[in-house]
């Protein structure tokens, strides 16, 4: 079976990846024009742009939407997370970090596969603490992971190994889990 990524983030390619092709799945990256949804769930928007997806490939194909979320900040800035980046950078960020009250935060992510009949979610958390200080500029990894030290470890999510990573993470769970349910459904 092929399977298609659908998007523009190769870290994010990279991490399903490893997880998929440890179950013998290859996993394919297309770039494409999607639309990003603005809806309130990962769910709706991990599964749009699936469907979106789908509907240009017409082949079997997941796309994952991930959101990073703030207790102090009533889980700010939450499927927004992206566009708060862009648009306060780390320095906004790190402002709105020092001011609040408690440091801590979860990534959250969903991965939809769709096949054109079968649309199927799989998702996954990660909680930890902030930093007040940004580590590891120099390093070409997501923003938020410079900002954010798992439960369980001393070092912030983006010095650790991928393969301590991807056996943690957010995405690692959902990718987990989508690889589980493809060798179940011999979909692979």
Request: aromatic share 8%; proline share 3%.
């Amino acid at each position: 079976m092929e399977l298609f990524i659908a998007t523009t983030n190769k870290h994010k390619v990279e991490e399903i990846s490893r997880i998929l092709s440890a179950h013998k799945i290859a996993l394919r990256h297309r770039e494409l024009k999607i639309i990003e949804p603005d809806f309130d769930s990962l769910e709706e928007i991990a599964a749009e742009k699936a469907r979106q997806a789908y509907e240009t490939l017409r082949a079997p194909v997941i796309a994952e939407d991930t959101g990073v979320y703030f207790d102090a900040y009533r889980n700010f800035p939450g499927t927004l997370a992206k566009r708060v980046f862009l648009g306060l950078g780390f320095e906004g960020l790190l402002l709105l970090i020092r001011s609040a009250k408690t440091k801590r935060a979860h990534f959250s992510t969903v991965i939809c596969y769709h096949d054109g009949k079968e649309s199927r979610c799989f998702s996954g958390e990660l909680g930890g603490t902030l930093l007040q200080e940004l580590v590891s500029v120099e390093k070409d990894r997501l923003p938020y992971e410079k900002l954010f030290v798992p439960d369980g470890h001393s070092a912030a999510l983006v010095d650790l190994p991928i393969e301590e990573k991807n056996k943690i993470s957010h995405r690692g769970k959902a990718a987990a889990k989508l690889a589980k349910w493809l060798v179940s459904k011999g979909k692979k």
